[in-house]
């Protein structure tokens, strides 16, 4: 029992770690990276350790509990590692920085906001800034830092 109740804590302790790391870098690159896609699968891996492994008695461990944990630890496994094999190389913030100084403009805080290009299957931040007066906005591209102004139509 005491070893069930230790087991049933760690994975829960995993998963909780795993969800609140997800969610704040879910705010740092403004949901780029399938953060919401981690966090299902996360939690359906948390319920259903903590479900199989609850219910377990030693008489009952079949091939299907087996299968059911060993997928349930590879997603706990795995989401952080392709967390950051994809993660973007710029942050939302260290885009707005890598703008400001190249463009000598001043950002607007308060605008976090990314836009998909179905065509090329990424994200792009978006970054709004003043400059002499005049509100402008930057398509920045998070994973190569590359840069150009969005034209609004008259």
């Not at 920085?97 to 000598?104: I, L, P, R, T």
Request: net charge neutral; glycine share 4%.
């Amino acid at each position: 029992m005491r070893k069930k109740l230790a087991i049933i804590l760690f994975v829960m302790g995993v998963c909780i770690i795993e969800l609140v790391y997800f969610m704040t870098q879910a705010k740092k690159y403004v949901s780029l990276a399938p953060i919401s896609v981690h966090v299902v699968l996360l939690t359906m891996a948390g319920i259903i350790i903590f479900k199989e492994i609850s219910n377990l008695d030693q008489k009952a461990i079949t091939s299907h509990f087996v299968k059911k944990i060993g997928l349930s630890m590879f997603i706990l496994i795995f989401l952080p590692i392709s967390f950051f094999m994809t993660k973007p190389e710029y942050s939302f913030v260290q885009a707005q920085k890598e703008v400001a100084d190249n463009e000598f403009v001043t950002i607007v805080h308060n605008n976090r906001k990314s836009i998909e290009d179905k065509d090329e299957g990424i994200r792009f931040y978006v970054i709004t800034c003043t400059k002499d007066g005049e509100t402008i906005s930057f398509l920045f591209n998070p994973y190569d830092g590359s840069y150009e102004e969005l034209q609004t139509n008259p």
